[in-house]
């Protein structure tokens, strides 16, 4: 039988203070009609809790704990990388790659003790098996339904996105055949209500 290692009550309390200090990462849309931003914790928890509502319905044969493993993983790049709005400026988005390289690195020296969220992270972005692509495609879709429950046409007008913008980024909804029909799904869902931002003729 293999022997126990408890880690410390400091080391617990360390990991604390991270998932603190993943909160202070605040993302673009708000939290749904809170009136707050969203944060990284609230984001790498909904995003868990729906891909365990989604998996064993539309992918059962896929590994739920793996899967939930890197929906709370995927983000955390982002305590060292800062999160890159999916339409920033073009610079900076070239620079998102190497920045969450750089930040995988920093976690490792951070978490020798926690090599499988690391892994989970890397494995994440590199989207190296079945699971991954399905949390990563789930992982498109809960931005638009956040700006649905929120701030709607106020979203995409102050930051000037049209449907075809959306349409032709979201395609990334597709990555996992398994989540794929979710991406025409939406766009009949929000014909009914087209609150994108119109650019003047």
């Excluded at 993302?27 to 809790?49: I, W």
């Excluded at 079945?130 to 929120?150: N, Q, R, T």
């Excluded at 869902?189 to 087209?194: F, K, P, R």
């Amino acid at each position: 039988m293999a022997s126990k290692n408890y880690p410390s009550i400091q080391r617990i309390a360390e990991l604390q203070q991270f998932v603190a200090d993943f909160s202070r990462i605040e993302r673009v849309p708000q939290l749904a009609d809170t009136g707050r931003p969203e944060n990284d914790v609230d984001h790498s928890y909904g995003l868990a809790l729906t891909c365990w509502f989604l998996a064993p319905k539309i992918a059962p044969e896929l590994d739920l704990a793996k899967i939930l493993c890197y929906a709370l993983a995927h983000d955390t790049v982002e305590i060292h990388a800062g999160d890159t709005f999916i339409f920033a400026p073009e610079a900076e988005l070239n620079t998102k790659s190497n920045r969450e390289d750089a930040a995988i690195v920093q976690l490792e020296h951070d978490w020798p003790d926690f090599l499988q969220m690391t892994q989970a992270a890397k494995n994440y972005k590199a989207k190296t098996d079945e699971e991954a692509k399905f949390v990563y495609s789930v992982d498109k879709i809960l931005p638009i339904l956040m700006v649905h429950l929120g701030e709607q046409s106020i979203f995409w007008k102050r930051h000037k996105i049209t449907k075809k913008m959306w349409q032709q980024n979201k395609v990334t909804i597709k990555t996992s055949d398994m989540v794929a029909p979710y991406y025409d799904l939406l766009m009949d869902w929000l014909s009914d209500t087209d609150y994108f931002y119109k650019e003047r003729p």
